[in-house]
């Protein structure tokens, strides 16, 4: 009897840490003098890297003050101790690996993932926090606000650009126009925008608090983001440091995505917005329709119903592709926009996401403008004909 419960006892130790994968400390790292506080402190931090794992407006342990600041972060760690490779959810174990204390009430926190295989050890991520004394606990930020205290800010309408030394003003000025615009059609109002200004990648991660990262090995470039409320927060790293240009296009779909949720975004309709409000790589709504009339619409035969769906490519080069489906639901979304206002093109942009039977899109399209699968093919070529 003594031995079952031995090992029941066992078990339920090792599921517990199975389903709460604490910080492993290793003696050689120096804890700081106060015991006491340091209990709190790895107590907080275990529980906060527990909370992770819920949405994050739900992580009470994130400093209020910065949570969008934090939130981009925790984007990064989230799900980051799951191996599809050995099917285990909690593979890759967070180990301490430094905590500095940088005054009475702030640590510095540095930790790693890492699993071990065939006793081969793979470093899967390594994060830096800032861990702040509040009464008797502690909550934790990024580090993007300690990494940029000392960059360049400027602001245009409700946008704040954050940038290390120089900035193309005039860029900045009509993007905030632009923000202005998309955000009044939206009826998106007070709506704050901080965007950061980074070389590449490599400084993106290193500025938010994310030292490494093995999903974005040999990647240069890419943007990350993330919103509380009605502040969204922007970080780029695409090598363009002082801000020499930006793309309407897809300006649009950043600003539709503070409005509204991605789960319910139906993505033709989506980019035929953005061809008609801003275009596509650099080209004119205009143009992208000159160039579907010369390519697709020279077809007279065409069955626009029966080719829904195949997205077929008409642009000059794959990097810059253009697709038949997203001209079509611009002529359709210019329609409704001019018969029954914006309020309408948002319905129909939200009425869910592709997929190839579309009973979704076609119901709200023939709620909207009373175009059915049965007439579809002749509403698309009046639709067309009537922009010629």
Request: glycine share 4%; net charge neutral; hydrophobic share 35%.
């Amino acid at each position: 009897m003594k031995n079952l419960f031995t090992i029941l006892f066992a078990l339920f130790s090792f599921s517990s840490f199975s389903q709460n994968n604490p910080l492993i400390i290793s003696k050689v790292i120096s804890m700081p003098k106060d015991s006491l506080e340091t209990k709190k402190l790895i107590l907080s931090l275990n529980n906060f890297l527990i909370a992770k794992q819920n949405p994050n407006e739900e992580n009470t342990l994130v400093l209020e003050k910065e949570n969008k600041e934090t939130y981009i972060l925790l984007d990064e760690m989230n799900g980051i101790e799951k191996s599809g490779k050995n099917k285990d959810d909690f593979f890759f174990k967070p180990y301490l690996t430094n905590i500095v204390k940088l005054n009475d009430l702030e640590y510095y926190i540095q930790l790693s993932y890492i699993g071990i295989s065939e006793n081969v050890p793979t470093l899967r991520a390594s994060f830096e926090l800032i861990a702040h004394k509040e009464n008797l606990d502690f909550k934790f930020s990024s580090t993007l606000i300690r990494n940029t205290s000392c960059w360049e800010t400027m602001k245009v309408n409700n946008c704040i650009f954050h940038y290390k030394s120089k900035i193309n003003t005039s860029t900045a000025k009509n993007y905030g126009k632009a923000v202005a615009t998309f955000d009044k059609k939206l009826n998106a109002k007070n709506q704050q925008t901080d965007i950061y200004f980074c070389s590449d990648l490599p400084e993106l991660l290193k500025i938010i608090g994310t030292e490494y990262k093995l999903d974005y090995n040999s990647r240069l470039t890419s943007t990350f983001s993330s919103k509380s409320g009605n502040r969204l927060l922007i970080v780029k790293g695409d090598n363009d440091t002082k801000f020499d240009d930006f793309d309407l296009h897809d300006l649009w779909h950043e600003r539709l995505k503070n409005v509204v949720s991605s789960k319910t975004i139906n993505k033709p309709v989506d980019e035929g917005c953005a061809y008609l409000y801003g275009g596509s790589w650099g080209i004119s709504w205009k143009t992208i329709f000159k160039k579907f009339i010369e390519k697709v619409a020279n077809d007279k035969q065409k069955n626009w119903l029966e080719n829904y769906g195949k997205f077929d490519d008409f642009g000059e080069t794959n990097e810059t592709h253009l697709m038949a489906e997203y001209v079509i639901n611009a002529l359709i979304v210019q329609k409704i926009e001019k018969e029954k206002g914006f309020a309408c093109v948002l319905e129909f942009v939200s009425c869910g996401k592709y997929n190839k039977e579309n009973e979704n899109y076609f119901h709200s399209l023939e709620k909207l403008t009373g175009i059915t699968k049965s007439n579809f093919n002749e509403k698309v070529w009046e639709l067309i004909n009537d922009e010629k």
